[in-house]
Nanobody, 123 residues
Framework: DVQLQASGGGLVQAGGSLRLSCAASGFTFDDYTIGWFRQAPGKEREGVSCISSSNGSTYYADSVRGRFLISSDDAKNTVYLQIDSLKPEDTAVYYC????????????????WGQGTQVTVSS
């Protein structure tokens, strides 16, 4: 079975950093694109970043570009999301998702979703 396990969330002060992890299993990691999404209370889910495991191409939403860095450790079947200079508006549940694709593009549809990890940024 395909499984995605997101972790690494927490409570942090504004300006701080977190590294989220998405551990994947049950599929051939190199054939998939992994995306990170977030959903704040009362807001729509937002795609923030993705990475293609096959070619390393990445995407960042404008709202996070320059502060978020996505990376992949193929040996561990894990994708990381480094979040720096955290802002209160980054507070949300962060989810990782997977889709069989060689590409990483804005607006892609994902087939598999993990449970979320809560990120809370205090001002």
């Amino acid at each position: 079975d395909v499984q995605l396990q997101a972790s690494g969330g927490g409570l942090v002060q504004a300006g701080g950093s977190l590294r989220l992890s998405c551990a994947a299993s049950g599929f051939t990691f190199d054939d998939y694109t992994i995306g990170w999404f977030r959903q704040a209370p009362g807001k729509e889910r937002e795609g923030v970043s993705c990475i293609s495991s096959s070619n390393g191409s990445t995407y960042y939403a404008d709202s996070v570009r320059g502060r978020f860095l996505i990376s992949s450790d193929d040996a561990k079947n894990t994708v990381y999301l480094q979040i720096d200079s955290l802002k209160p508006e980054d507070t949300a549940v962060y989810y990782c998702a997977a889709v069989s694709s060689w590409y990483c593009l804005e607006g892609m549809e994902y087939d598999y979703w993990g449970q979320g990890t809560q990120v809370t940024v205090s001002s």
